[in-house]
């Protein structure tokens, strides 16, 4: 494994707040957010990824975004980009780099061809013309690509600038374990901790999620890191409900997002348009979700 892999824990996905009837970036709650996963004891952050509705962020958004969890926090930092082509893809890379300084571990880069050799070179050339090391997102339904494990570890291995694959790609667990016996890279779930267990149970080195509750999340993986599957199962079973409301299909991000602002982590639970908002007649379940899990007040 390189010097560039990234470390064992949760490496929390932030959300990008928005405010006002123009939905401005909110700078004050995506500090306040950022905060809290670092004090949550998260290992690092992902900003700009799908969660944090990177693709409908202007470049000068995301360049401001960036710039403010620089300024909010101290932990090593992922940048998501959007790009499946090379030539943009570059210029992503480069704001990263240019904002983040020393303090980006990696760019997160989708796959963006079911093809082996298409995808290797692809990968080769950003970190050719950027120097970045690389986190490998495998989300067909963000990219619209779908590759086979085989195709993606012909594709990686041997790849000295991979700092990790984000495994995303159902059945999540069956990748993790394939994935981990082929490469010597550390492999993350995603998918909002949904199948955090059996993907630590078959070898992932943690999550690189969101979830209203982070905290969760680090609970679950230290357990398993200290204790084993046991340890962790009994300190995840609480979020299960949470996490399984959080992750219907065309509304999570919105649901994310009235967690977060119940808790008093965001203002506002804003997603931009084309994103659907929440359906008010599930406003009374989220409150019980939540509070569930955290108490009246939200569990800051």
Known sequence: MGDVALAPGVWGVLATPFAGPALEVDRESLTRLAGHLETAGATGLTVLGVFGEAARLSLAERRDVLGAVVDAVALPLVVGATSLATAPLLDEVRMAQDVAGDRLAAVMVQVHSPHADVLRTHLEAVHAATGAAVVVQDYPVASGVRIGGEDLVRALDGLPFVAAVKAESPPTAAAVAM???????????????????????????????GFSFPEGLVACTRAFADAGFTAARDAFLPCLPLIAFEQQPGIGLAIRKECLRHRGLVAEAAVRPPSPAMPAALRDQLVRQVDALAGPAGGR
């Open 179 to 209: 994935l981990t016996a082929r490469l010597e890279v550390p492999v993350f779930g995603g998918l909002g901790g949904l199948g955090l267990l059996d993907e630590l149970a078959v070898g992932a080195a943690g999550a690189m999620t």
